[in-house]
């Protein structure tokens, strides 16, 4: 989709009920509930196709990345969470997605592609799932293959403190401190070829990693 023409009636109610739900919703509780705060908001870029690999540590990191990026993220995410009432209708207002982990999910793949041609940022956790500490160990080439296909730059945005918000026994989330790092934007893969996806996945990968480490 260029740029320039205007968005569909269907994108633009979707556009519109995501930043409603945003305002009202994601953000009250991540400023004021998770005392939530952002670095790097200034790389974010606030038009044309972008891919958003991030960490993953809580069910609750869709909606968070959502307050931290000024415009529509839409998120492939595990098909479980969408069993999960109240958290189901949540991610998909803010426009997520499911996603099968088991093999190649070609339906997410063409859905990630649909958003990105929509003008929506497109997220990806990068490892596919939660890990306890927030760090990524065995990261997937998804996101590099969807932004090989695509063209799309990859914009690394880190998730610190999320791993803390649920505790095992208890049903209400823990009132922590999260914040948000931003990285810089990485070039995609020029081709699908192995290689050249497992470069930039090490890339996003290190990137990840020393803003959750730099702390």
Known sequence: MN????LPKLVKTKTTVYHLVRSFIVNPVFHLYFRGTVTGREKVPLKDKLIIVSNHASVFDP???????????SYMAKEELFNIQGLKQLITALGAYPVN???????AIRQAMSRIEEGWA?????????TSDGRIYDPKLGAALIAAKAQAPLLPVCLCGTEKITISGKKIPQFVKIQIKIGDLISPPS???KEELELVTRQCTESLNSLHDDN
Do not use: W
């Open 122 to 130: 497109t997220g990806i956790f990068i490892e596919g799932t939660r």
């Open 191 to 193: 081709s699908v070829k």
């Open 63 to 73: 909606p968070l990345v959502s307050a931290a990026i000024n415009r529509p993220v």
């Open 3 to 6: 740029q320039n023409q205007p």
């Open 101 to 107: 982990r088991q093999g190649i999910d070609r339906n």
